[in-house]
């Protein structure tokens, strides 16, 4: 059984997805992510970083609301994000990070500063992907850090889709 804490804490991570605040997930919370991250790091949508990213936002939408939008409004909402971690996540994280690496993959190459040559991006530079998402400062700061284990300033795609698959499905 999972317990309310769990809950309370996938709940919690619902604001990060909804962009505009409006109390639910839509395509556009994803896309409006995307053109923050385009504006922090002066990369147009018409490159191919740009285009990449877009389309690892449809991608991971696409694959969210398959999760977890139970009454196909094309709308999470918090109940629905909260169900659809604790109840199918959970138990199949690998899922959760398959949907999500393709965005993932290009978010580091928008913010790789060497234009996507491949070794992944500073700790500098996912700090502030954090920050525009929405993640506190400090939490940024301190989350970065811990995504930099073997401290070479550099964070690589499977360093950040493990962190983010355990941020949303790991209970402990």
Known sequence: MVSSEYERRIAARFAVFDQDGNGYIDRED?????????????????SDRGQALFIGAEA??????????RDGDQRITRD?????????????????TAIARPFLRAVLAVADESEGEGEGTTVTSTGRVLRVLGIPADIADT??????????GRITEDD?????GAYFTVRE
């Open 30 to 46: 994803f896309s409006q992510a995307a053109r923050s991250l385009l504006a922090e790091f002066g990369v147009t949508a018409r």
């Open 60 to 69: 991971f939408w696409q694959g969210m609301a398959g999760i977890a939008d």
């Open 80 to 96: 629905e994000f909260v169900t659809g971690a604790v109840k199918r996540l959970r138990d199949n994280p690998e899922r959760f």
């Open 143 to 152: 989350a970065t850090a811990a995504l930099d284990p073997d401290h070479d």
């Open 160 to 164: 950040l889709v493990a962190a983010f």
